[in-house]
C-alpha cells in the first residue's frame, strides 16, 4: 500500500511545486519591463483570476471521487460518461464567464481599489487571458479525471508542459516581441490550451476503449446527460462549492483582518504563510493520492483496503507533519528570509514563528480527511465539517481580538484546521464501520461484471455453433452469470 501511495503522492507534489515557480518566472518577466504600473495590474489581474477560478475547484473534485469509485468498480463506461459530463459542464460554466466578462471584470476592479494606471493593465491584461477560461476549468476536468483513474503522472506531465510554455511564450511575447503585459497574457493563454490539447492527446491515446465503450451510441449518449446523473453531479458540486466558499472566505478575512493590524503585522503574517503553503503543496500530493485510492476501493465495495489505505495515508501525513513541524521551529527564519531581507519584517515574523511551526501539525489530518472524503464522494461531510470549523474561526477571532491582537488570529486559524480535522474524522467514523454502506457498493460491481459477462455470453453465442470448446466457454459464462445473480439475491 505504500508503494502505491508514494507512486501516485510524488507527481501530485512535484506538479503542486511547479505552480509557484511559473508565478515566479512570470514576475521576473514582468520585472523586466522595467515598470511598477506593469507589476501592479498583473497582481490585480492574477488576483481575479485566482478568485474566478478558485470557486471552480469542484470541477476537479468532484469529478476525481466519481472517476475513482467507477474505477474500482471496473466500470470503465461509466468513467468515460463521467469525463464527458464533467467536460460539458466546465465548457457550459465557461461560455457563462465570457458571455459576463464585462461585469466581472468591473466589479472586480471596483472591488480591488487600485490605482488607475494599475487597473488599466489589469484590465487589457484580464480581456485576454480570460479566453483560457474554458481551457483553465477543463484543466481541473481532466487532472481529477486522471487521479481517478489511479493516473498522476500524466497531470504531473501535463502541468509540467504549460508551466515551460508559459515561461517560454510570455518571455517571446513580452520581451521578444515587444507586447508588455498584454504578452504575458498571451503567454498563458497559449500554455493553457496546449495543455488541454495534451491532455486530450493522453486521453485519446491511452484510454480510447473507455470513450468508445461509454459515449458512441443513443443509450450512451442518454446515460451521460441523463436527469439522474447530472443532478448527483451537481449536488457533490454543490456542497463542495460551498466548502470551497468557506475556505476562502476565512482565507481571505485572514489577510484583511491582517491589514487592519498594520504594515509589519500585514507583511509578518503573509510571510508565515507561505510556511504554510509550501507545506500545504506536498501534503495536497497525498490528498490526491488518498482521492485515488479511496475512492477506488470504496467504489469496489472493500472495507479492508479502504482502511488500510487511510491508515497507510495518515501514518505518512503524520511522519511529514512532525518533519515540517521541527524544521519550521528551527529553521522558519531562514526560509522567510529568502523572501525578504527587511530586517523588521522579519523580527515580527520571528514573533510567531511558533504558530507556523504547529500548522503541520494541526493541519495534516484536515488536509487528508478531505482526500478521504473527496474520495469518497461524501461531500455533505465536506461541507458540514467546513461549516463548523469556519464558525470556530470567527467566533474565537471576535473573542480574542481585543485581548491578544494578533495572536487571536492565529489561534483562530490554528483552530480553523484542528475542527476540520476532528469533524471529519467524527463524521466518517461510522460510514467507515457501516456494512450497508459497503454492501451496496459490492452489489454495484457485481452488476458492473454480470453486464460485462453478458455482453461475453453474447459474443460466444455467435460463434459457439458447430465448435466444441465455445460450447463449452459459454457453460462456464452461464454457471459464473447464474452465480453472480444468486449473490445479487443475497
Known amino acids: 500500500m505504500y508503494k502505491k501511495l508514494f507512486s501516485l503522492a510524488i507527481p501530485n507534489i512535484i506538479s503542486n511545486i511547479t505552480i509557484p515557480l511559473v508565478g515566479m518566472a512570470d514576475l521576473v518577466i514582468v520585472g523586466m519591463l522595467h515598470s511598477d504600473n506593469y507589476l501592479a495590474g498583473m497582481a490585480i489581474g492574477t488576483a481575479i483570476f485566482n478568485m474566478l477560478y478558485w470557486n471552480f475547484g469542484f470541477l476537479r473534485m468532484g469529478t476525481s471521487g466519481l472517476a475513482a469509485q467507477s474505477y474500482g468498480r471496473r466500470d470503465f463506461k461509466d468513467s468515460g460518461r463521467i469525463l464527458l459530463r464533467a467536460l460539458s459542464v466546465a465548457f457550459a460554466i465557461s461560455a457563462i464567464i465570457l458571455a459576463f466578462q464585462a461585469p466581472i ?110 459515449i458512441f451510441g443513443t443509450k450512451n449518449f442518454m446515460k451521460i446527460f441523463s436527469s ?26 485572514f489577510t484583511k483582518a491582517s491589514s487592519s493590524m498594520g504594515d509589519a503585522v500585514l507583511s509578518a503574517n503573509t510571510l508565515l504563510m507561505q510556511l504554510f503553503t509550501l507545506f500545504s503543496y506536498f501534503m495536497d500530493g497525498f490528498a490526491y493520492a488518498g482521492e485515488s485510492l479511496s475512492g477506488r476501493y470504496y467504489g469496489s465495495g472493500s472495507r479492508v483496503l479502504l482502511n488500510k489505505s487511510i491508515r497507510t495515508i495518515f501514518d505518512v501525513g503524520l511522519i511529514t507533519a512532525l518533519l515540517f513541524s521541527a524544521f519550521y521551529l528551527f529553521l522558519g527564519g531562514s526560509i522567510m528570509s529568502i523572501f525578504t531581507d527587511s530586517e523588521a519584517v522579519l523580527s515580527a515574523a520571528n514573533d510567531y514563528i511558533v504558530f507556523a511551526a504547529a500548522i503541520p501539525i494541526m493541519g495534516y489530518s484536515a488536509f487528508l480527511w478531505d482526500g478521504v472524503l473527496v474520495g469518497m464522494t461524501l461531500s455533505k461531510l465536506l461541507r458540514n465539517s467546513m461549516l463548523g470549523a469556519t464558525a470556530i474561526f470567527f467566533t474565537l477571532y471576535f473573542s480574542l481580538n481585543s485581548l491578544v491582537g494578533n495572536n487571536s488570529l492565529w489561534i483562530a486559524f490554528l483552530a480553523f484546521l484542528l475542527t476540520r480535522g476532528i469533524l471529519q474524522w467524527l463524521f466518517t467514523r461510522k460510514i467507515l464501520g457501516s456494512e450497508a454502506t459497503f454492501k451496496r457498493f459490492a452489489r454495484e460491481k457485481l452488476k458492473v461484471d454480470l453486464e460485462k459477462l453478458r455482453g461475453d455470453l453474447e459474443r460466444i453465442k455467435k460463434e459457439a455453433k458447430g ?24
Not at 462456464?476 to 439475491?489: M, P, V
Request: glycine letters at 6%; charged letters at 20%.
Open 228 to 253: 439522474e446523473k447530472l443532478m448527483e453531479f451537481f449536488k457533490l458540486n454543490r456542497d463542495i462549492f460551498i466548502r470551497t466558499f468557506c475556505s476562502v472566505a476565512v482565507f481571505t478575512y
Open 467 to 490: 465448435n466444441f470448446e465455445r460450447n463449452i466457454e459459454r457453460l462456464k459464462l452461464d454457471d459464473k452469470i447464474n452465480n453472480l445473480k444468486s449473490k445479487l439475491k443475497k
Open 105 to 214: 471584470i468591473d466589479f472586480s476592479l471596483w472591488f480591488m481599489d487600485g490605482s488607475e494606471v494599475a487597473e488599466s493593465a489589469a484590465y487589457s491584461y484580464f480581456k485576454i487571458r480570460i479566453w483560457a477560461a474554458p481551457a483553465t476549468l477543463a484543466l481541473y476536468v481532466f487532472n481529477g479525471w486522471f487521479v481517478g483513474m489511479q493516473n498522476s503522472r500524466t497531470p504531473m506531465w501535463v502541468a509540467i508542459t504549460i508551466n515551460v510554455i508559459n515561461v517560454a511564450a510570455s518571455y517571446f511575447f513580452a520581451i521578444t516581441l515587444n507586447g508588455d503585459l498584454e504578452g504575458v497574457a498571451y503567454g498563458t493563454l497559449l500554455a493553457q490550451w496546449s495543455g488541454v490539447l495534451l491532455a486530450l492527446y493522453f486521453v485519446l491515446r491511452y484510454y480510447h476503449r473507455v470513450l468508445r465503450g461509454g
